[in-house]
């Protein structure tokens, strides 16, 4: 289980890999001399689990259950994966959005156990020492943030490591990556956040952030040593702001195995919500046009995978970028701006400028509306019902993370709309009752998508990731959706399903890459049975 030898005696038990509590065996207790250590009786595996359900059940704050689960991960890991495998839909939302938020914000006020590595600027031309270090001897999946936009709350600096923790915690959960496979990392750069450099518990560098050659060369440093101590291990960037995602990503993305999950990953959750929208619709996504609010990493990113997917339907390259627009902060991108960064331009079409979003739906006429600019309560009841009058059945994402910052609750959509909008939230919403139907608003929760498509870049060894194997894996999550699902207006499968989901998607992915000839891993006879077994089962 470990990666380290068998512990005897205490170190057993202070060994979070090993630690199994009181569900040691009779048998365990006497081979590993913890007889009279631990309390007489053996518990079951859901003896401990309800044990630990019944603590985190007298806690009422989200943020109080995340810092019981903390503690539990730090003594006993395969109790607390034991919990989040059974309870993922329950737990999800406190390990990652939005309780994420919060631990983040919180990070050098409840630090308590450290996690991953913590690479700082005072480390540059030293960092394969700091990797050298790292106590995994093999890993699979590294996430890396640089914590400059955590969710939607903006430069957290040091404390956005709780980003890579709580993401490489649901690789485990939902995606059986070994938990001692995983390693976060932070790059501590500096904070543009006067409160935390003024907080005296900032646990950070106390600098305004470094941009240019020192930055690149750590993580030039960390990339190149990361791969040198762990062949294959695949890093995903995650939460870094704009303008350095969009240049990581195109500098290292046809080099290295890795991904960026805040314009990848997203994009590909949001395409498969697009796909099973048009099957109640009964449309084609090449007869769509999607206007969003917002023109960041996950718009870009999502636009970008929207077009490649119309485009594989035959369109012209060129005219599928023309089906989505964006609206910034400064208005609609048009073609006669002149303020645009380069991720922005292929969306900006001959269009009048306009700053009102409502103007800009009367003129671009979009089927689907998809709010990822982190401003709240944005789509007004006057958006939802300008959707509404424009389409039977409008298309309403509000995306922004975490929950207070979401452009409309599921049932401002529902009703503004008369039950007609296809609704999917970036936060979780509760079920809502509209004239005697139930709707079961879904989230496009990137945990359907990277932990399975790390799964299936590490199973085939894949050398790198194309855009097209998102496009794979949103059409495969979007296959996994019934038809009771649709019914009840759930644009993707049930979170408690996240395993098997995993497998599917993962082995699709695996697929692609043995088929473009990118795996290193000889291809198994039965792809999608190699996948479940290489998972771990807590
Ligand atoms: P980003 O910082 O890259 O982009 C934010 C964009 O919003 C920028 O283009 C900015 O110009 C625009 N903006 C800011 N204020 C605006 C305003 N008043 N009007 C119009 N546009 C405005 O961030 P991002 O990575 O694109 O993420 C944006 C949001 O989407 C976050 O809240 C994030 O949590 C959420 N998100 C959700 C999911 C998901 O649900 N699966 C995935 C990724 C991101």
Redesign the pocket.
């Known amino acids: 289980m470990s990666q380290c030898c068998k512990h005897t005696g205490t170190a057993a038990l202070r060994c979070p890999l090993q630690n199994k509590g009181v569900a040691f065996t009779k048998e365990e207790r006497e081979e590993r001399g913890l007889s009279g250590l631990i309390p007489t009786a053996v518990s079951t595996d859901d003896q401990q689990v309800e044990r630990m359900r019944e603590i985190l059940g007298r806690f009422e704050k989200p943020i109080d259950k995340a810092l019981v689960l903390e503690s539990l991960r730090a003594t006993n890991e395969r109790l607390y994966f034991q919990l989040l495998t059974r309870y993922t839909d329950e737990y999800m939302p406190i390990v990652y ?1 939005p309780t994420v938020g919060e631990t983040c914000q919180r990070f050098s006020h409840f630090f308590r156990y450290p996690r991953g590595l913590f690479l700082s600027l005072e480390h540059v031309g030293h960092v394969r020492e700091v990797i050298e270090r790292a106590p995994n001897q093999e890993v699979d999946v590294i996430v890396v943030t640089d914590g400059e ?1 955590i ?2 709350l903006g430069d957290q600096g040091l404390n956005g490591m709780g980003i890579p923790v709580g993401k490489l915690a649901l690789y485990t959960a939902c995606a059986g990556i070994h938990p001692a496979k995983t390693l976060p990392v932070v790059l501590d750069v500096g904070t543009n956040r006067e409160e935390y450099l003024n907080d005296p518990l900032y646990l950070g560098l106390r600098q305004q952030r470094c941009r240019g050659p020192e930055y690149d060369q750590l993580v030039d440093e960390f990339i190149t040593e990361a791969r040198r101590r762990w062949p294959g291990v695949l890093i995903q960037f995650e939460d870094f ?2 303008s350095n ?1 969009f240049r990581l990503l195109s500098k290292y993305q046809d080099k290295v195995l890795c991904f960026n999950d ?1 314009i990848q990953g ?1 994009a590909s ?2 395409v498969a919500g697009m796909y099973s929208a048009m099957r109640i619709k009964k449309e084609k996504i090449e007869d769509q046009r999607f206007l969003f ?7 870009c990113g999502i636009a970008t995978l929207l077009a490649d997917a119309i485009a594989s339907e035959g369109v012209d390259p060129a005219e599928a970028l023309k089906h989505c627009a964006l ?3 400064k208005g609609l991108v048009t073609a006669q701006r002149t303020d645009l960064a380069a991720h922005k331009k292929p969306f900006a079409h001959e269009l009048a400028d306009t700053k009102c979003f409502i103007e800009a739906i009367r003129q671009y006429k979009p089927t689907a509306i998809i709010g ?4 709240p309560k ?1 789509f007004t009841k006057e958006v939802l019902e300008e959707m509404a009058k424009l389409n039977e059945r409008p298309i309403i994402f509000a ?4 929950t207070s ?1 979401a452009e409309c609750t599921a049932e401002e959509a529902y009703v503004a709309t008369k039950g007609k909008a296809l609704f999917a ?2 936060s979780p919403f509760a079920p809502v009752e509209y004239e005697g139907k139930t709707f079961v608003p879904r ?4 945990s359907y998508v990277f932990p399975a498509l790390g799964l299936g870049a590490v199973v085939s060894r894949s050398k790198w990731m194309p855009n097209e194997m998102f496009l794979v894996s949103a059409k495969k999550l979007a296959e996994l959706v019934t038809e009771e699902d649709l019914a009840q207006g759930s644009l993707y499968p049930p979170l408690s399903d996240i395993r098997p989901v995993s497998v599917k998607v993962g082995a699709a992915v695996a697929a692609y890459a043995y088929d473009k000839g990118l795996a290193q891993n000889e291809r198994p006879a039965d792809l999608e049975k190699a996948v479940d077994e290489f998972m771990y089962r807590p």
Request: no cysteine; charged share 15%.
């Open positions: 959005t936009r969710l939607g702001g704009n995602a805040d997203t959750v949001v609010f917002g023109a960041g990493e996950a718009a609206f910034d902060s990822v600019a982190a401003q944005t995306l922004s993370n975490p910052r939230s970036g989230q496009g929760n990137n």
